[in-house]
């Protein structure tokens, strides 16, 4: 019996070290390119499609390699769909990071630093708000958790410490719970780019960088009058 389970345990050990083998590609400049073209082709198959409608399959195909190779680098789809997104939104991460460690930087500087980062991915990224809507927001299950771990907590809880610190500067408040200041602001940095053909159409505003200064102005001027409590 301990031999035959003895035989057993390594023809499993054999099988599990066989699929390693052929999903794991060789040389270290080899694993980054092919990882990178991975993600890429992600991102181009999750933004023409719903993510039950993409195949790892489909997606190993179109870069041309095993689908071994996704399960080696990304467990699974829905680990490449999330690698996908940290990928488009490591700009805004470190920006987050760096907002986050300085405590000395004026509350409207470092909103704008953050509005800037986060409006010029959206922008750089013209397929990510409708992605976003369509697979995180309209749909229940770990993806919309996992998003919610990884960025908007995060992003909620840099905003509520600046607003704290705005009020702290002095500033009149315009909005008394932080929450809602905090979600007003995300709303309006967002929803230009999830209505980007409509907003373009309608307000004849053609969203670049330029106009992205000036929204970032206007969001601003909110929530920063001119005079300060007590300045009167």
């Given at each position: ?31 980054q ?23 790892i ?10 689908p071994?190779m ?15 997104l ?31 980062s ?51 500067e ?9 929450q ?46 001119d ?6």
């Amino acid at each position: 019996m301990k031999l035959a389970k003895n035989k057993h345990v390594s023809g499993v050990r054999k099988k599990q070290e066989k699929i390693r083998r052929a999903g794991r590609p060789v040389g270290q400049n080899q694993e980054q390119a092919i990882r990178a073209a991975l993600l890429q082709a992600a991102r181009e198959q999750f933004a023409r499609c719903d993510f039950k409608a993409v195949s790892i399959r489909q997606i190993a195909a179109t870069v041309g390699v095993n689908p071994a190779m996704v399960h080696y680098y990304f467990g699974n789809k829905e680990g490449l769909y999330l690698a996908m997104l940290e990928t488009s939104f490591a700009p805004l991460m470190a920006q987050l990071e760096v907002l986050q460690d300085n405590e000395s930087e004026n509350s409207r500087d470092a909103i704008a630093a953050f509005l800037r980062s986060y409006m010029k991915t959206l922008l750089a990224e013209p397929w990510l708000p409708n992605l976003i809507v369509r697979e995180i927001l309209y749909r229940e299950g770990g993806l919309r958790e996992q998003f919610i771990r990884l960025f908007g907590l995060k992003v909620d809880s840099l905003l509520l410490r600046l607003l704290e610190r705005r009020k702290q500067e002095g500033y009149q408040v315009a909005v008394l719970q932080p929450q809602l200041s905090a979600l007003s602001l995300i709303s309006m940095a967002a929803f230009p780019f999830i209505a980007r053909p409509v907003v373009e159409q309608v307000f004849q505003l053609k969203l670049d960088e330029e106009s992205v200064e000036q929204m970032i102005e206007h969001i601003l001027s909110l929530y920063y009058p001119d005079t300060l409590v007590g300045s009167a």
